[in-house]
T-cell receptor, first 112, second 113 residues
Framework: SQELEQSPQSLIVQEGKNLTINCTSSKTLYGLYWYKQKYGEGLIFLMMLQKGGEEKSHEKITAKLDEKKQQSSLHITASQPSHAGIYLCGADFSGSARQLTFGSGTQLTVLP | DTAVSQTPKYLVTQMGNDKSIKCEQNLGHDTMYWYKQDSKKFLKIMFSYNNKELIINETVPNRFSPKSPDKAHLNLHINSLELGDSAVYFC????????????FGPGTRLTVL
C-alpha cells in the first residue's frame, strides 16, 4: 500500500546484532500494529501503539510510535535465529481497528 | 484449542473450477476477516463480517463470495478460478472493541493451474 511504506524490504543480520525496521504512513494513524509471520504460518500479534510518543517492549523487541503518529519503528536487540521471519506493520486509519492496511513486510534473516 | 482454524491448508485446482475455504474461530469474537497475501507478501483485506453482517467489502471480483452461517464461521467461496487468484488466503477474527488485535489463522495456499 502506498499509504504505508515499510523498510527495509529485507534484512540479513548476524546473530547478536541489533536491528530496526521502519513503518511510515502518509496519514495520521489511529493505531499501529506490529505482526510477525513465520514461513507457512499465520500472523502473530506483537504489539499495538496508539498514542503519540508511545513505546512498548516485549522481551527483546521494542516498538515506538512518533509524536506525529505517522511513523513507527520496531527495534530488536541482540537478535537470535528465533527472530527470523516477516515483520508486518498494520495501520488503523479509520479508528475502528476493523480495517487494517498492511505494509509490504520486512523479511528478516538472522545468521547463526 | 486452535483459536482460528482454516481448511484446507493447501488447495491446488484447475482454472475455471469453483472452490471454498472454511474458517472457524473459537474465541467468541464478533468480527471476522478474509485477507489475500500475494507472492510479494503484500497482505490486503478482502472482506469483514461483524455478527454475520458484511461490513467491509473491498474491491474484489464478484467471483469471491463470503458466507457467514454464524458468528464463529466465515467461509470464502470462489467461482471460476483464475491464475491470478493464486495466493495465500488468511482468515482472522477480532473482538468488537476499538484498538484490538486481530487473530490470524494459519492460511490457505491456493494454487490455480
Amino acid at each position: 500500500s502506498q499509504e504505508l511504506e515499510q523498510s527495509p524490504q529485507s534484512l540479513i543480520v548476524q546473530e547478536g546484532k541489533n536491528l530496526t525496521i521502519n513503518c511510515t504512513s502518509s496519514k495520521t494513524l489511529y493505531g499501529l500494529y506490529w505482526y510477525k509471520q513465520k514461513y507457512g504460518e499465520g500472523l502473530i500479534f506483537l504489539m499495538m501503539l496508539q498514542k503519540g510518543g508511545e513505546e512498548k517492549s516485549h522481551e527483546k523487541i521494542t516498538a515506538k510510535l512518533d509524536e506525529k503518529k505517522q511513523q513507527s519503528s520496531l527495534h530488536i536487540t541482540a537478535s537470535q535465529p528465533s527472530h527470523a521471519g516477516i515483520y508486518l506493520c498494520g495501520a488503523d486509519f479509520s479508528g475502528s481497528a476493523r480495517q487494517l492496511t498492511f505494509g509490504s513486510g520486512t523479511q528478516l534473516t538472522v545468521l547463526p | 484449542d486452535t483459536a482460528v482454524s482454516q481448511t484446507p491448508k493447501y488447495l491446488v485446482t484447475q482454472m475455471g473450477n469453483d472452490k471454498s475455504i472454511k474458517c472457524e474461530q473459537n474465541l467468541g469474537h464478533d468480527t471476522m476477516y478474509w485477507y489475500k497475501q500475494d507472492s510479494k507478501k503484500f497482505l490486503k483485506i478482502m472482506f469483514s463480517y461483524n455478527n454475520k453482517e458484511l461490513i467491509i467489502n473491498e474491491t474484489v471480483p464478484n467471483r469471491f463470495s463470503p458466507k457467514s452461517p454464524d458468528k464463529a464461521h466465515l467461509n470464502l467461496h470462489i467461482n471460476s478460478l483464475e491464475l491470478g487468484d493464486s495466493a495465500v488466503y488468511f482468515c482472522a477474527s477480532s473482538p468488537d472493541r476499538l484498538y484490538n488485535e486481530q487473530f490470524f489463522g494459519p492460511g490457505t495456499r491456493l494454487t490455480v493451474l
